[in-house]
């Protein structure tokens, strides 16, 4: 039952995301709340604990690339929401093959867009920048960049329908 919640709230903040722009809270607070309900409901106080320990995992393992620009709020209170729904173990996997599949899609977008080599050099500057000369400002400075962007809900669909594939079959 869980699952098919999970893959009902992940197909509305796919649609959601990809007219808009953005993912409610509306939708992702009733995920929370349904993740929160059912476990209490099958599996007592353990299943609060099991819910409540996934939906911080969710929000802040994701709370920095959200202070990095890299994604939006919504993104974050998302993966509360699966974290509530699906725990720590699920929630952990799903955000790195969502990151894997975002690496994808941005180095395929580069490829397209014939941007390659301008982006390699942007980040092979930072990088210096950051490791060698220790200036945290270009990290800061990373956030207000103009960079290709596009939703990150493109990465969380695979991400999350791997993590299920390769935990429940």
Not at 18 to 43: D, Q, Y
Not at 50 to 58: C, L
Not at 145 to 158: D, G, L, R, S, T
Request: a positive charge; glycine letters at 10%; proline letters at 2%.
């Amino acid at each position: 039952m869980i699952h098919l919640i999970l893959f009902i709230l992940i197909v509305i903040a796919f649609v959601i995301d990809a007219r808009k722009s953005l993912i409610p809270n509306k939708v992702t607070f009733c995920g929370t709340m349904i993740g929160f309900i059912f476990h209490a409901c099958t599996e007592g106080w353990s299943g609060v604990f099991f819910a409540v320990i996934g939906a911080i995992t969710g929000f802040t393992a994701l709370l920095l690339l959200y202070f990095f620009g890299a994604l939006g709020a919504g993104d974050v209170k998302l993966f509360a929401a699966i974290g509530a729904m699906m725990g720590f173990t699920f929630v952990l996997q799903s955000m790195l093959y969502a990151i894997l599949c975002a690496g994808v899609i941005g180095l395929i977008l580069l490829l397209i867009r014939k941007q390659m080599i301008k982006t390699g050099h942007k980040l092979a500057t930072w990088i210096v920048s950051i490791v060698v000369c220790q200036d945290m400002d270009s990290l800061l400075g990373m956030k207000h960049q103009k960079n290709m962007k596009f939703p990150f809900m493109y990465a969380v669909v695979p991400g999350v329908a791997l993590t299920w594939y390769y935990s429940f079959l």
